[in-house]
Structures are given as structure tokens and as C-alpha cells.
């Protein structure tokens, strides 16, 4: 028969085994049968082999209906078979099934090599025979079983005399198994273990203690060449005709072993970098995170638990937003939003610690995809305290300038006008006693005059966009150009000025001074035109969060040495003969975009024409 132990083992093994009872019934089927024909061992088991076949051969026939207590009927064959897998295909097999005795239930083994495997190497192996040196039927299901195995089998007696070896043993420790058979044990494990094994050995025997774990225990063996082989075993022991003897099934992990060392390795080698990016981000003075779509934390530096005061412990079940007071939480939420959808966005809030204090940040964050691609949001948080503080007094002195500046030159106007008013009468009343220089300086003096009232209304509009600026609405931004196109028809007409615009958007924001803006930058387009008619083009492009727009036009130029001076407060580049002007306008539309949360700037080259750019904060969904 063969042993019960050894299909434990067969289980083990890369082999295509089935266990049948004697009628065929399938009892069990290792995988490698189950992958061969498609099926799974659960859907086999209880299901007759034969209706498998499409064809029973006659010798199977034989050994599955067979009985040897009535006739002379084959307990053991070797036969081809064809079995029909799970999708309806055919594969053959050569299959080599032996009949158990009668007076046992170990019923059938089966064991099938598809014919795509190479030939059993059955040649190349002794015989294996029973203890009374007659060969049996169940030492020949054995070898052949064994026969077909890509893993090692030896059997071993209780003297550790190696009784049988499979040609698998040659390829793994360079012995063929005509060289092992009838030697020790001994000769297969290295110098400095065989001591210990002997003692096991006897240990067992007397006590049936096992000191190490039969079902699988790694152990080096000794390969013929002299060096070392790292095999997994699995050990047990039967009795054949009443003696005992011990089989080991064995592999060579070598290859798996230094794929494992290597993954360790690789494994410290990630742990040493990611301990070596922490100690970076807890080095640095700034808070850092990682959020993910549901805003809760994955990851932070050191620097957060000492600024809010809560342990690694406690963040780990908090929600990102319990760090900030309720009333920044629509601002934060719209900002996480926008990381996701733009890639990138900053925005200042109150960072609300353990202790219930309010500690002002600068939160930069970008999105990126975690090791599972799942979206997330990392960025750092920067303390602000210091810059808001000198901001905050910047706004205070910035509003008392306002103020001295809107009282000045409100009080500035009723003196001038009286100035004004006298240099009239006084040119009125003495014009007969007046000479040609006289008059002349009259008229200098009055034009003076006129153009300090034309200054001061400047300096007033420019100290009023802050303080008396209209609440912000959604504005048309296309209403608001038709609107100054109409009011500047008359400077359009006498230029023969050429405007076109592309559609605009919808903002929010102070429709007086927006309008402001796009009649002070077409005004000075139209202005500065040189001796061509004037061409001015309006576009607006989406940026990210903010719209992009431009007034573009093909007059002089403005050098880039300038770009900067001529946003600043009565700066002017041309003289008032050549171009009238305050030198405010630019000052002013400037002051307008920034106050509706933008920039300005122009990109000009001399003779090339200029193109003032500026942005506006975008609403959802408000397209051109």
C-alpha cells in the first residue's frame, strides 16, 4: 500500500495526484490535478473519475471494478488516459494507479503526468523493495509517485540508512540516487549537524519527542560539491510490513531565501529612507501634512503636535478640520476642493490648538497620488503671527494716510479755488494795464492752478477706493466695457480707434471701479497710440483660480526699465505737451485690482505696442 503519511506530503508536492476509493470515486485531488483539468479540488471531490473519461480504457476498467479476492483481476497499471477538463477541451495523461489491498480503505492512487511534462526519470533510480528485499506493488506506486516529483524524496530506516532516493535528489544536492541508496544519512547533512541529528534520532525513537517541526522546518543540507544547500522539509514516519522507516520531502529555497534576504534588505533600506525623510520634516520650523480625500490625516511631522498641543495618538482620530474654529471651515473645504481640482492653492486661516489658541497660518498645499494612486493633498503650514501683526499695523497706518490724505486735499481745494478765482478777476480787472508778460503769467499761474484741482481730485478718488468702495456683487464684466466704450466714443471717433474684446466673464466685485479700471487702461491705449489709428484688443483667460485679462495695444511701447515706475503715484514717462495726464490713472487702477484680491502688470517693448495684464479671483462656474 502506500502510506497515508506520504500523501500528506504528495500534497505538498508540484504533482497531479488523485485518491480514489475502489469503485473510482474521487476522495481527494491535489492542485496540480485541479490546474491541469480546470476544475477545483471541491467540484472533484465526490465525483466519479470515470466521468471524466469520454473512454474508460479496459485496464483501468480492470483495476477500478476489479476484485483481487475473486479474481486475478490488476491491482496495479500504467495506462494513458484522456481526461475532458472543465472548459470541454481533452488533455492525456500517462497515469499510474495502484489498488490497495482489500482489507484496508486506502482505495486508489492515481497519479498523472500531463503529456506536455517531460518523461519520468524512473530509469535513473534503483528499485525500491520491501524489507524482505522482494519487490512489491506498493514499493512500485511509491517510486512511481515519488518518480514524479520536482522535490526531493528519501527514505530512511531507523539506523538513518537511506533506503530510497528519487532522481529529484540529483538535481538539488548533486547525488544520484544509485550513489545515496544504501548509504547514511549522514553523507547529505553538514559535518557540524550530524551529531545533533543522531541524538534527535535516538530521542525520538525512545521518547517520540520531536524537537523540531516535521510539517516544515528549514535546514542546510550538505551538496555533493561540499557547499551547503538551504532545504525546506517535511518530515514524517510510517511502518511498512511492520517496520518503521521516515521519509523526507525536501526543495531547494536557496533562490527563495535570497529573494526574501533581498526584500529584507530593500525593506530596511525603505525604513532607513522614510526615517530619514521624518527627521528632515521634523527638522524643519513649518507644520506638514497629508490629507486625503475625506480630509482626514495620513501623515504629519513632529512640529504639529508641538504647535496644537495633541499627541500623535489623538491626531490620528481627528478630522483635519478640527483643528481650525467653525467659521474658517467653509474657507478650508473650498480650498481642499480647489488642491484637488487645480493641483495647487494657498489660503490663511487661525490654527486652533488643544488649548483653545488661535495661532494665524499660511497653508500651501499641492495635489499627488498616494502609493495606491488613491488622490491626496500634502502641504505645509507656516506661522504668520509675526507677518500679520506687521500687517495689520500696515492697514492701520495705510488707513490714517488715507485719511490725512482725503482731508488734505479736501481742504486743500477751497484755498486753491480762491487762488483760482483771484488770477481770474485779477486778468479780468487789470487786462488793459496788463503787458504781454503779465498776461502770460496770469495765464501760467491759472493752468497751475487748474492742474493741482485736477491732482488733488485724483488724490482724492485714489484715498477713496478702500474706504468708500462699494459692497462686491457679481458684475458682467462684458456690460461693464460696453458701458466705458460709450462713454469714450467720442476720443474713439476722433482716433478712428479700432476695439475688439472677446467674450468676458462674470466676477464679484465693485462695478464703479472695475469700470474704472478698463476706461484708464483703454483711455491711456487710445492715448498712447503714436501716428497709427489705435487697434486695442480685450481677451480673458481662466488660470487656475483666478481670470487672466488683458488690454492689448499696438501703440508706443513702454520700456521695461518702466514697468515698474509707472504704477507708482504721479509718475508720469511723457511730458504734459505731449500727453495730458494726472500720472494717477495707472496708480489707481492698480489700487482697484489689488483691492478686488488681483495683480497688474505690462509686458511692452519700445515701438511694439503694450499689453496690460491683470487678474480677478474667478467664481464656480462663472465662464466667459
Known amino acids: 500500500m502506500v502510506p497515508r503519511e506520504l500523501a500528506s506530503l504528495l500534497a505538498q508536492a508540484d504533482v497531479a495526484v488523485v485518491q480514489l476509493t475502489q469503485s473510482g470515486e474521487i476522495i481527494t485531488a491535489t492542485d496540480t490535478f485541479a490546474e491541469q483539468t480546470g476544475y477545483t479540488p471541491e467540484t472533484l471531490r465526490g465525483r466519479s473519475l470515470q466521468s471524466l473519461l469520454p473512454t474508460v480504457p479496459e485496464r483501468l476498467e480492470a483495476v477500478l471494478g476489479g476484485d483481487p479476492r475473486a479474481t486475478n483481476a490488476t491491482t496495479a497499471i500504467t495506462v494513458p488516459v484522456t481526461i475532458t477538463t472543465a472548459n470541454g477541451d481533452t488533455a492525456v495523461f500517462d497515469g499510474y494507479f495502484n489498488r490497495s489491498s482489500p482489507d484496508t480503505d486506502d482505495g486508489i492512487i492515481g497519479t498523472l503526468h500531463h503529456r506536455s511534462e517531460p518523461p519520468s526519470m524512473a530509469a535513473s533510480r534503483p528499485e525500491w523493495s520491501g524489507p524482505h528485499g522482494t519487490e512489491t506493488a506498493p514499493a512500485k506506486a511509491f517510486a512511481a509517485l515519488a518518480d514524479a516529483l520536482s522535490d526531493g524524496i528519501i527514505v530512511l530506516d531507523t539506523d538513518s540508512k537511506i533506503q530510497y532516493a528519487n532522481p529529484a535528489v540529483e538535481r538539488i544536492l548533486g547525488y544520484t540516487p544509485h550513489e545515496l541508496v544504501g548509504s547514511s544519512k549522514l553523507s547529505i547533512i553538514p559535518e557540524r549537524l550530524r551529531k545533533a541529528h543522531l541524538q534527535a534520532l535516538n530521542r525520538y525513537l525512545e521518547t517520540g519527542d520531536r524537537h523540531i517541526d516535521w510539517e516544515y522546518v528549514e535546514l542546510p543540507g550538505q551538496h555533493k560539491s561540499g557547499h551547503e544547500v538551504l532545504l525546506g522539509i517535511s518530515l514524517n514516519d510510517f511502518f511498512f510490513d511492520e517496520d518503521r522507516y521516515f521519509v523526507g520531502l525536501f526543495r531547494d529555497i536557496s533562490p527563495r531565501k535570497e529573494a526574501e534576504y533581498a526584500l529584507r534588505d530593500r525593506e530596511r533600506q525603505l525604513n532607513q529612507y522614510k526615517e530619514y525623510t521624518d527627521d528632515i520634516l521634523n527638522a524643519i520650523d513649518d507644520v506638514f501634512y497629508v490629507v486625503d480625500a475625506d480630509v482626514s490625516l495620513q501623515r504629519w511631522n513632529q512640529r504639529v503636535c508641538e504647535i496644537t498641543g495633541y ?87 495705510n488707513e490714517r494716510l488715507e485719511q490725512f490724505a482725503y482731508a488734505a486735499s479736501h481742504d486743500l481745494q477751497e484755498p486753491l479755488r480762491m487762488v483760482s478765482s483771484y488770477l481770474q478777476l485779477i486778468e479780468q480787472r487789470y487786462s488793459d494795464e496788463l503787458d504781454t508778460d503779465g498776461e502770460e503769467f496770469i495765464e501760467f499761474a491759472v493752468d497751475g492752478a487748474e492742474r493741482m484741482r485736477e491732482m488733488i481730485d485724483g488724490l482724492l478718488e485714489y484715498s477713496r477706493v478702500e474706504t468708500q468702495g462699494e459692497t462686491f456683487e457679481p458684475v458682467a464684466l462684458d456690460r461693464v466695457l460696453e458701458d466705458v466704450v460709450d462713454d469714450l466714443q467720442l476720443q474713439i471717433d476722433e482716433s478712428n480707434a479700432e476695439i475688439s474684446a472677446e467674450e468676458l466673464p462674470r466676477v464679484s466685485g465693485d462695478r464703479s471701479q472695475l469700470r474704472q479700471v478698463f476706461q484708464n487702461l483703454l483711455s491711456n491705449a487710445i492715448e498712447y497710440s503714436g501716428d497709427e489709428p489705435p487697434a486695442v484688443e480685450i481677451s480673458a483667460e481662466r488660470d487656475g483660480s483666478m481670470w487672466r485679462l488683458a488690454v492689448a495695444d499696438s501703440g508706443l511701447g513702454i520700456d521695461p526699465d518702466d514697468a515698474d515706475r509707472i504704477f507708482q503715484v504721479f509718475q508720469r514717462l511723457h511730458d504734459r505737451t505731449e500727453h495730458s495726464g494726472t500720472g494717477l490713472g495707472l496708480a489707481l487702477t492698480q489700487r482697484i485690482v489689488e483691492r478686488h484680491g488681483g495683480e497688474i502688470w505690462v509686458e511692452s517693448e519700445p515701438g511694439d505696442g503694450a499689453t496690460f495684464v491683470f487678474t480677478l479671483p474667478a467664481n464656480t462656474g462663472d465662464e466667459p
Open 311 to 397: 499627541t500623535d495618538e489623538e491626531i490620528a482620530s481627528m478630522h483635519a478640520l478640527e483643528f481650525f474654529n467653525e467659521d474658517d471651515h467653509e474657507s478650508i473645504t473650498n480650498t481642499i476642493e480647489e488642491v484637488f481640482e487645480t493641483g495647487h492653492a494657498r489660503v490663511e486661516a487661525d490654527l486652533l490648538t488643544k488649548d483653545g489658541t488661535h495661532v494665524p497660518y499660511e497653508f500651501i498645499a499641492a495635489a499627488l497620488e498616494d502609493p495606491a494612486g488613491n488622490p491626496v493633498l500634502a502641504g505645509i503650514g507656516r506661522d504668520i503671527t509675526t507677518r500679520t501683526e506687521q500687517r495689520r499695523k500696515l492697514e492701520a497706518s
